[in-house]
């Protein structure tokens, strides 16, 4: 049973920075970040791949980075610039097919949350 615990969630400022982890129990080939504003659906944030490939939704973009490292079986998500509608809670998730995708329907496993807040 695939397992992952996100961290690092909290409260910053306009233009802060928070680093999230994810703590997972087996890497597969596509790893992402999700969040869920409320009242809104959950939307990808960006995914990374075993081979190290990315890729970011536009709103993030320059801003956000996803990173893994195998040593400590964790995934990163560096967020710098934040902004108030950044505000969500945040999911790790992980796909158990052999491609990659930022759609939800794609993900098999997925982290509780952490939230992140931003205030103005």
């Known amino acids: 049973q695939v397992q992952l615990v996100e961290s690092g969630g909290g409260s910053v400022q306009t233009g802060g920075s928070l680093r999230l982890s994810c703590a997972v129990s087996e890497f597969t080939y596509c790893m992402a970040w999700f969040r869920q504003a409320p009242g809104k659906e959950r939307e990808g944030v960006a995914y990374i791949t075993s081979g190290g490939s990315t890729n970011y939704a536009i709103s993030v973009k320059g801003r956000f980075t996803i990173s893994q490292d195998n040593a400590k079986n964790t995934l990163y998500l560096q967020m710098n610039s934040l902004k108030p509608e950044d505000t969500a809670m945040y999911y790790c998730?992980?796909?158990?097919?052999?491609?990659?995708?930022?759609?939800?329907?794609?993900?098999?496993?997925w982290g509780k949350g952490t939230l992140v807040t931003i205030s103005s």
């Open positions: 998730a992980l796909s158990a097919r052999s491609w990659c995708s930022l759609a939800y329907s794609s993900m098999d496993y």
